[in-house]
């Protein structure tokens, strides 16, 4: 059975990088993209961006390019998202997830909280 | 970028009831849709990919149509666990994206 486990829960302050954990279980990793879906506080879900943990190839929303990298190492089956330059409006729910190819996401990860206060 | 819209924003609903939910792309996708229920303080869950198939475990009450622009997710007899919010999303492009979401509310 697939599995995607994130890190805890992040405080940070404006101005500071976060950077989040995604282990993935069960599956062949560099198989399947992981994707970051993020949902701020009462909202909907917000696409991030993708990698592929084959080739380490990344495609970001235009939204985020310049702000956030995303990372891999296969050798423990960790996709990572990292955020910088944050204010109070990239608090939220930070998920990854994972998708086959040009396939639908079917997985998901559980979930990090990243609240931006001073 | 694609664009998807869904409508209503909100349903109110009750137990037994049919209700369809409408996501509209901003270009077509063929048949590059999935439906995602969400319950508050949880991720996302599967419902449906490419439009009309049904995910592995998921009740056969829940039934998606469409292709190209337009698609449809309906719920044949709504239960209790049901009142959730419901996303569509496309992955036709390189950058896929969500529609705002659909609240389904207890009438």
């Known amino acids: 059975q697939a599995q995607l486990v994130q890190s805890g829960a992040e405080v940070k302050k404006p101005g500071a990088s976060v950077k989040v954990s995604c282990r993935a279980s069960?599956?062949?990793?560099?198989?399947?993209?992981i994707h970051w879906v993020r949902q701020a506080p009462g909202q909907g879900l917000e696409w991030m961006g993708w990698?592929?943990?084959?080739?380490?190839?990344?495609n970001f929303a235009q939204k985020f390019q310049g702000r956030v990298t995303m990372t891999r190492d296969t050798s423990i089956t960790t996709a990572y998202m990292e955020l910088s330059r944050l204010t109070s409006d990239d608090t939220a729910v930070y998920y990854c997830?994972?998708?086959?190819?040009?396939?639908?996401?079917?997985?998901w990860g559980q979930g990090t909280l990243v609240t931006v206060s001073s | 970028d694609i664009q998807m819209t869904q409508s209503p924003s909100t349903l109110s609903a009750s137990v037994g009831d049919r209700v369809t939910i409408t996501c509209r792309a901003s270009?077509?996708?063929?048949?590059?849709l999935a439906w995602y229920q969400q319950i508050p303080g949880k991720a996302p869950k599967l419902l449906i990919y490419?439009?009309?198939n049904l995910e592995n475990g998921v009740p056969s009450r829940f039934s998606g149509s469409g292709s190209g622009t337009e698609f449809i997710l309906t719920i044949s007899s709504l239960q209790p666990d049901d009142f959730a919010t419901y996303y569509c999303?496309?992955?036709?492009?390189?950058?896929?994206?969500f529609g705002q979401g659909t609240k389904l509310e207890i009438k």
């Open positions: 490419k439009a009309s």
């Open positions: 997830a994972r998708n086959y190819r040009k396939a639908h996401i079917d997985y």
């Open positions: 990698i592929n943990p084959n080739s380490g190839d990344t």
């Open positions: 270009q077509s996708i063929s048949r590059w």
């Open positions: 069960g599956y062949t990793f560099t198989a399947y993209y």
């Open positions: 999303q496309q992955y036709n492009s390189n950058s896929p994206s």
